[in-house]
């Protein structure tokens, strides 16, 4: 079975930064992908960021391009996400998610069709 497990939240300053860690298993096959979503209190979750298990596409949504930064350590079967210049309406639980099926420019968007999620990190920026 395919696992995620995503680390790495705390709380934060605004203008802080964070690596968060996904570690993920069980992945047969080639070239999935792995989305960063995150779920803001009273808010629709959202896509954050995706790359393919080549790390040859990212994929960002326009709040957070420039800010966040995603890469892949195959080695260790990890996708981490880069959060810098972070802002209080970055705070939200943020997961990770994979899907071996779906394209990486709609990923983004697949927002609850991704196959496979991790539980949640919160990440908390204070102002």
């Known amino acids: 079975d395919v696992q995620l497990q995503a680390s790495g939240g705390g709380l934060v300053q605004a203008g802080g930064s964070l690596r968060l860690s996904c570690v993920a298993s069980?992945?047969?096959?080639?070239?999935?992908?792995i989305g960063w979503f995150r779920q803001a209190p009273g808010k629709d979750r959202e896509g954050v960021s995706c790359?393919?298990?080549?790390?040859?596409?990212?994929y960002y949504a326009d709040s957070v391009k420039g800010r966040f930064t995603v890469s892949t350590d195959n080695a260790k079967n990890t996708v981490y996400l880069h959060m810098t210049s972070l802002k209080p309406e970055d705070t939200a639980v943020y997961y990770c998610?994979?899907?071996?099926?779906?394209?990486?420019?709609?990923?983004?968007?697949?927002?609850?069709?991704?196959?496979?999620w991790g539980k949640g990190t919160l990440v908390t920026v204070s102002s």
């Open positions: 069980g992945f047969t096959g080639d070239d999935w992908q």
């Open positions: 998610a994979a899907d071996q099926f779906v394209s990486g420019d709609y990923c983004l968007r697949y927002v609850y069709g991704m196959d496979y």
């Open positions: 790359i393919s298990t080549t790390g040859r596409a990212t």
